[in-house]
């Protein structure tokens, strides 16, 4: 055993030193014997990953990286310092537009910590930054079976189903997370936002006080619940009056189902799923009935409920067979959350097309196509004047153009619609400086700093952009 145990020391050396040398290829054939050893090395499988990755960037080195592999084995660095030291890496390969090194430094970061509660999180935080929110749910999910306790596990999963457009999934989450930490402004208001892009305007106000009781100042949660006292008003006079004729018509199922979503736009859950029911009684096939009482079983947590209101859907449409075998899966495996979840997913309807032109409209503007991505995006929000990505988009898009003026008026509005828009504030306060206007840069940086979370990457950005506007008063 002793010999063995030298001889895999000595294979370990010799690959580092072949590492050391730029030499991947011939490292990786030594790691490669030791994993065949079956040498039970600390972290092996994890310098066999960033050897190949190197591998495959040999073209390029990143700045700072032996700092972050030298600690991943926690035996020299310690997590924070980690940290930081990525954070200097991803800071600069964001600056430099260099978005494959930002997530590589991410990826041996975690390559190197796959369990630690403070990398998870960091991670999944610097992936929605640089826009990567595929990846950051996958972690965020990890995060959430190894810390199913810990309320920041399920506000970080929220939160990219936020940004990912799945409510139902996010508001369930974000439920979740409110019950482990019910004094949580972040929760609260993003449950709030959830709700209002659900156009449920009661249950938004509702979360948005209790949010406001936590953070009384905040400007953003004010004018929101301002926005929905004007919206309830208008939505009682708007659809009282059709609500009263089509409860004078004969309950078809057509009827009921207008009624359902009359209640539905009025906050009425309750109401909205018994028009449903009782639409689906008389016509079990009605594939819009059955989604939206569906969806509201999802929501009130009776998944069992749901799916089978779902796969009732799902029956009369096309779907692809692997993923009716995925969702079986679930349900033979009594998984009904998992199952109605990915039923949603299949369903998803859009309740209009601004989404399309403001999708449009990005794709557009990553192409360099600004005046035309400015056409499609001023499409989508004339359709869905909530979509805070739409203003985002057009703000980047008259920057890119000079127009610094309207650039700032949409980064404004993005910001006002969604207060998590963190990246639409920090434009918004760059052109704010560069305009001169430093008092109200200030107070703007103030006003972002009061909600964040305060071992967040953005509250170092905003002690920064405020040191910075000291040095700069005369």
Known sequence: MKQELLSASEFFNQGLKLYRQGLFREALKHWEVLRSLKADWPNLEMYINVCERQQLRSAFQLDGIEEILRGVDGSEVQVLDQIEETQKIVDLAISESKKEDAEYALEVLLSGRPRDEKVLAYFI?????????????????????????????????????????????????????????????????????????????????????????????DVRVKKQLQAIAEQMEQVEIDFGDALEDLLKKPPFPDVLYRIGMIYLRMGKQADALEAFSQAVNINPHFHKALYEKGRLEFENEEFSLSVKSLLAAVNQTEVREQVMNNIMSFCDAGYMEEASAELLRVLKPRPDFGSFHIDLGKELYEKGQYSEALEELKKGIEIAPSYADGHYYCGLCYEKLGELQKAREHYQE????????????????????????????????????????????????????????????V
Not at 425 to 441: H, Q, S, T, W
């Open 125 to 217: 935080r610097q992936n929605i930054r640089i826009g990567n929110i595929v990846r950051a749910e996958a972690v965020a999910r990890n995060l959430v079976s190894l810390k199913p306790y810990a309320y920041r596990s399920h506000y970080l999963l929220g939160r990219v189903h936020f940004l990912s457009e799945n409510f139902e999934e996010a508001r369930l989450s974000l439920k979740r997370a409110h019950q482990l930490k019910a004094d949580s402004f972040s929760v609260l208001a993003h449950l709030g936002l959830i709700c209002i892009q659900l156009r449920e305007w009661e249950e938004a106000r509702e979360w948005l006080t209790q949010a406001l009781k936590i953070h009384p100042e």
């Open 414 to 473: 993005a910001w006002d619609l969604n207060p998590f828009y963190y990246q639409s504030a920090f434009c918004y306060v760059d052109i704010l400086i560069l305009e001169g206007e430093n008092a109200k840069a200030r107070q703007t940086l103030l006003r972002l700093q009061s909600c964040l979370e305060k071992d967040s990457s953005e509250q170092v950005r905003v002690l920064k952009l405020l040191k910075d506007l000291e040095g700069s008063q």
